[in-house]
């Protein structure tokens, strides 16, 4: 008898953590491909936020945030073409399209885009070509599509060399060695494991990717959706594309991060976690 009490009240108790605790608690990543070849993961349930990646980087650098983003929003990630999991470009593609094909295989017919560095630059491409499929935009450590930076990267020499040598392990390490790439201590093994395991992406032909219709820097005063620039004032080479964008896009919103790096979610997560959560709430 005393163990049928004991079995019940276990049951009621299961029953109302269910209704209490939220359902991204209980619910596991669900992982696939879409039918190009692009790996991604789905976990929360509510609104959509897609998570865009930088170039050499993939999903893992998400791991906090979508944990977190999914306690009230459906979260996807996905891995850049030649990143991570996904495959190779064999034919002509653009990561727009691989944004588009899947949203569409997904059936998300409208998400908010949180990118950083070559993700913001997909972001914003979205935002211009299918503004219809886009609810806001994040664009953090921001790179405008089209625009040429009159400033000399002081690492190109030592980039360019590894490159005529074909050495992509190589490539990797110089870029390790920049302020691109800076991390704190916590987060410096995930940055360089990440860095190091995405090299094949140099050995893509670039004639097989595929540019933007237009190039976004041709056209910033036609994005309509909210926008939130976020730069680290250590960043030192995207602050030019950020006060760019505060400066042409309607209504965009221009967030400084004292102290923080070009992996702006990785050097300054607390300041970055308020400001896309406000954002994404609407309340910016």
């Not at 950083?116 to 070509?129: E, N």
């Not at 935009?137 to 002081?154: D, F």
């Not at 400001?275 to 309340?283: D, E, P, R």
């Amino acid at each position: 008898m005393r163990s049928g009490v004991l079995s019940r009240a276990l049951v009621a108790f299961l029953a109302l953590a269910m209704l209490v605790l939220p359902a991204a608690v209980f619910a596991q990543p669900r992982e696939g491909k879409t039918s190009g070849g692009i790996a991604y993961d789905v976990q929360g349930a509510g609104p959509v936020v897609v998570l865009l990646t930088g170039s050499n980087l993939d999903r893992r650098m998400w791991d906090r945030e979508a944990t977190s983003l999914a306690r009230a929003y459906t979260v996807v990630r996905y891995d850049l073409r030649a990143h991570g999991k996904s495959d190779t470009a064999t034919a002509p593609f653009s990561h727009l399209g691989d944004l588009a094909v899947l949203l569409d295989e997904l059936k998300i017919a409208k998400a908010s885009l949180v990118g950083l560095s070559a993700g913001s630059t997909i972001a914003l491409d979205a935002a211009l070509q299918m503004p219809d499929r886009v609810e806001r935009i994040v664009l953090a450590g921001p790179s405008i599509g089209g625009y040429v930076s009159k400033q000399r990267l002081p690492f190109i020499d030592a980039l360019m060399a590894a490159f005529k040598t074909g050495d992509y392990q190589k490539v990797s390490e110089v870029l390790l060695t920049t302020s691109v790439f800076a991390a704190p201590a916590d987060s410096q093994a995930i940055v360089r494991q990440m860095v190091m395991e995405n090299d094949r992406m140099w050995t893509i032909d670039r004639k097989l990717m595929l540019p933007a219709p237009q190039p976004a820097i041709d056209r910033l005063e036609l994005v309509t959706v909210p926008a939130l620039i976020l730069v680290g004032d250590k960043d030192e080479f995207q602050g030019e594309h950020a006060d760019i964008l505060a400066k042409r896009v309607p209504g965009a919103t221009l967030v400084r991060v004292p102290g923080g790096g070009h992996l702006l979610n990785l050097t300054s997560p607390q300041a970055f976690d308020a400001a896309v959560s406000s954002f994404l709430s609407g309340k910016r």
